[in-house]
């Protein structure tokens, strides 16, 4: 069984920047990718970033291309969200995952971590 653990959230002024952290516990042994997801109130949870465990391949959405980049550290086991530029619509609780197969499947979530943006 894998633990995801998120940190770093909070309360930041538009412009302004959170580096997200989520730390891996647990049969680590077997990861594919790492991916952040998020979810703004009364809707879906949507794809923000994710980057392959081996090759460090990162995939991003539209919407936070230029101003999140996603990292890892293998010897760790930590993938790391640092967003700058912040916009009120990126406020939402925002999750790790990963992925033991493929980048469309991720099996193990984490609890969240709420960011909020003011404008």
């Known amino acids: 069984q894998v633990q995801l653990v998120e940190s770093g959230g909070g309360l930041v002024q538009a412009g302004g920047s959170l580096r997200l952290s989520c730390a891996a516990s647990g049969r680590t042994s077997s990861t594919y990718a790492m991916g952040w997801f998020r979810q703004a109130p009364g809707k879906e949870r949507d794809f923000v970033a994710a980057?392959?465990?081996?090759?460090?391949?990162?995939f991003y959405a539209d919407s936070v291309k230029g101003r999140f980049t996603i990292s890892r550290d293998n010897a760790k086991n930590t993938v790391y969200l640092q967003m700058n530029s912040l916009k009120p619509e990126d406020t939402a609780v925002y999750y790790c995952a990963e992925a033991t197969k493929t980048l469309d499947e991720y099996d193990y979530w984490g609890q969240g971590t709420q960011v909020t943006v003011s404008s």
């Open positions: 980057i392959s465990w081996s090759g460090g391949s990162t």
